[in-house]
């Protein structure tokens, strides 16, 4: 009976899911590397969900390498959080206050 490559498998599903095709082979050697890809791997599916779109915001040559976002570890980075600008922090208040006046001028 054969044996199972059950981390093969899992590579390929990575593989599958990530924007950048580059360097397979050494991206498997990488990914073989890792202390339990079965667990591992969906924490890099869920990140690379959220990095796709900040990546589709830059240009697609600073997407990693397959190779670089697994040695780097980068499914563990933080994602970033837009905030808003002064500006918009400060209508933002106003809108709240304005509510919360009107919520007092109605009784609630």
Do not use: H, V
């Not at 990575?14 to 580059?22: C, E, L, V």
């Not at 969900?49 to 900040?54: C, F, H, P, T």
């Not at 808003?84 to 809108?95: A, M, N, R, S, Y």
């Amino acid at each position: 009976m054969a044996k199972i490559n059950y981390t093969k498998e899992y590579f390929d599903i990575f593989w599958a899911a990530y924007p950048k095709k580059a360097s397979k082979l050494y991206a498997e050697k990488c990914f073989n590397r890792l202390k339990d890809p079965k667990q591992i791997l969906a924490q890099i599916l869920k990140a690379i969900e959220w990095q796709k779109k900040e990546w589709a915001r830059n240009d697609p040559k600073y997407i990693p390498n397959p190779s670089t976002y697994l040695n780097q570890g980068k499914w563990m980075d933080e994602q970033k959080i837009d905030l808003p600008t002064l500006d918009e922090f400060d209508k933002q208040q106003q809108g709240k206050l304005t509510e919360k006046q009107a919520k007092e001028n109605i009784g609630i």
